[in-house]
Nanobody
Framework: QVQLMESGGGLVQPGGSLRLSCAAS????????MGWYRQAPGKQRELVAT????????TYAHSLEGRFTISRDRARSTVYLQMNSLKTEDTAVYYC?????????????WGQGTQVTVST
């Protein structure tokens, strides 16, 4: 089993920055990639960015590339999301996920989410 713990959310003014962290624990050797998704009120959950743990290859939602940067610390089994030039429309609950592969199955596991609010 893999457990994920997000941190770093909060309230920030437009134009500000935040860095989210997601620490994995448990069967971390089975994790292929980790990522961030977000869900705004009344909207579907959408991809923000993902990164492979071994090579650190990132993938971004096209609309967010350039403002958001995903990175990982393999030694700490932690991924980060640096968010710059934040806009009010970035307000959402941000969820960390992990793509896990075992001998029996592949599955996604999710953290509980961290609220990001961009407002004056």
């Amino acid at each position: 089993q893999v457990q994920l713990m997000e941190s770093g959310g909060g309230l920030v003014q437009p134009g500000g920055s935040l860095r989210l962290s997601c620490a994995a624990s448990g069967s971390i050797s089975n994790i292929d990639a980790m990522g961030w998704y977000r869900q705004a009120p009344g909207k579907q959950r959408e991809l923000v960015a993902t990164i492979t743990l071994e090579r650190g290859t990132p993938t971004y939602a096209h609309s967010l590339e350039g403002r958001f940067t995903i990175s990982r610390d393999r030694a700490r089994s932690t991924v980060y999301l640096q968010m710059n030039s934040l806009k009010t429309e970035d307000t959402a609950v941000y969820y960390c996920n992990a793509e896990v592969s075992t001998d029996d199955m592949n599955y996604l596991t999710w953290g509980q989410g961290t609220q990001v609010t961009v407002s004056t």
